[in-house]
């Protein structure tokens, strides 16, 4: 092939993918990647979410002198009569990266992996959830000319490795303020009115409280998703809390995950779930039985995580979303990711046409009944002897038999 594609490798063999992971370890930390770019995240997401649910591989990878320098995770699917091309990951919150060599090709090298994913993985449909803004494939992505969804996001990120330097604790968290009326600590304070207040950090070592705590915050989550209309499919999926249970506890080199556990009288009443890579340490979900609201024991949980971090002078990545206190304590520290999705093929433009037909027949359905409306109303006012319509007193300083100037565009 001429094509600069024939320069890349699409890995579809799950063995294949599995004896990638040497090389995958090797070009992770030389590119400092993130907890969502490590082989473990990546196949624990494809033994957990991916295989279960019928997914395939299409791993995108560039050798250079015979060493990996680009590895983009992806997977497709079906959905009636197209396919669909995703990252490869736990499909609920993550940012798409690639994981690339940091150097003066890595543009060159994304962009080649943005052809290959386009021409040679079958797709009728690409969707990239979450691109930072700062990145080239959220430029690539947002560049295609069928692009059909472009959803911005804010994303926050708190610099603790500075703060670290300048503060320490106490005199950190009196330089913020107060976050919905109360300084940090008081949470903690006031809970201690419902009962022995106890919060736990647990990970690996702990699988049976793991699970159980995995379990509970899915249930809280759902309570609060259809409180506020926000029920994305993941949090009902089987197949994601079986990820999140199996991947923290696996024990992992390169990204460790955690889980906070706010306890009052021995029972949990809140949950955050965080990791740790080479890049920061970052929150994943959270969430707190609404019986407890009153005293917001979510706010704690997420009060413990920040404070984790920065006594390890480690920045970090709050995620998207435009939560209150992800500004609050990443002072406004923000940027913006993008979710879009694009049609690759002239079948993926004949599902989008027959979409839009069926919405732009109503629109013009109801444009017409509204044209055939106003003319029944004005024939009924000429009758009545009102050619102003039956909607509008008549100006009584105009004749009646002067028509009405319509109004200039």
Known sequence: MNDASAA????????????????????????????????????????????????????????????????????TYRRALWTYL???????????????????????????????ARKRCGADFIHMPYLPDSTDLYRLALSERHSVIREHTPCYFGKFKEEGERYDWLSFCKSLGTLHRKKPGEVE????????????????????RVAASVDALLSWKRVWGERVGKQGHWLYSEQYRNFLVAWLCTKDAEVTG?????????????????????????????????????????????????????????????????EQFKTYWSRGNR?????????????????????????????????FAGSVEAEVSDGAAHRDGNPAGGNFAQDKSASPCTPCNPRPD
């Not at 400092?32 to 990878?61: D, S």
């Not at 694009?342 to 109503?362: E, H, K, M, Q």
């Open 86 to 116: 995703i990252p490869l990951c736990s499909e609920s919150a993550d940012f798409t990266r690639v994981l690339v060599e940091d150097d003066a090709r890595t543009s060159e090298r994304v962009e080649g992996a943005w052809a290959v």
């Open 189 to 208: 304070r006031r809970l201690a009115a419902a009962g022995k207040v106890r919060v736990d950090v647990i990970d690996w070592t702990d699988p049976v």
């Open 8 to 75: 890349y490798e699409v890995i579809t063999d799950e063995a294949d993918f599995r004896a990638l992971q040497p090389e995958w370890d090797e070009l992770w930390r030389r590119a400092r990647g993130w907890y969502f770019q490590a082989f473990g995240n990546c196949w624990t997401a494809w033994e957990q979410v991916g295989k279960p649910m019928g997914r395939k591989l299409h791993i995108i990878v560039r050798r250079e002198a015979r060493k990996v320098v680009l590895i983009f995770p992806l997977v």
């Open 258 to 322: 955690y889980a906070i556990v706010v306890t009052v009288d021995d029972a949990p009443i809140a949950v955050a779930v965080f990791c740790t890579d080479a890049c920061a340490a970052t929150g994943i979900i959270a969430s707190f039985d609404s019986a407890f609201a009153k005293w917001s024991p979510g706010a704690l949980a997420v009060e413990t995580f920040v404070k984790w971090a920065f006594d390890r002078k480690m920045d970090v990545d709050f995620g998207a979303g435009s």
């Open 335 to 367: 940027s913006f990711c993008c979710s879009a999705q694009s049609v690759n093929s002239w079948w993926g433009r004949v599902a989008l046409s027959a979409r839009r037909w069926p919405r732009a027949a109503a629109k013009r359905l109801r444009a």
